[in-house]
């Protein structure tokens, strides 16, 4: 099983980044999807969900409008679009997948906001 996250990086207060889930290893079309983050000092939170089929979503309070959640089964992806990114959406952005029977764990991505 693999889950590898991709387009971190750092950005100024205002920008864009769309982080990438590429997973392999398992039947991506059955499990729901999550992203999670984790800034400095903070316990790891989830930011984003969307259920295995794409017809469901939900969002933390401190990102909905900003960002979007979103994947293509075909792909074997899951995506977040971050929009007018703030210095407090820095943290190490996690991708997640979940159904009744396993849990799987990405190895993490810097999302670092700066000017």
């Known amino acids: 099983v693999q889950l590898v996250e991709s387009g971190g990086g750092l950005v100024q207060p205002g920008g864009s980044l769309r982080l990438s889930c590429a997973v392999s290893?398992?039947?991506?079309?059955?499990?729901?999807m999550r992203w999670y983050r984790q800034g400095p000092g903070k316990e790891r939170e989830l930011v984003a969900h969307i259920a295995s089929g794409g017809d469901d979503t939900l969002y933390a309070d401190s990102v909905k409008g900003r960002f979007t959640i979103s994947r293509d089964n075909a792909k074997n992806t899951v995506y977040l679009q971050m929009n007018s990114l703030m210095t407090e959406d820095t943290a190490v952005y996690y991708c997640h997948a979940r159904n009744w029977a396993n849990v799987y764990w990405g190895q993490g991505t810097q999302v670092t906001v700066s000017s």
């Open positions: 290893g398992f039947t991506f079309s059955r499990y729901a």
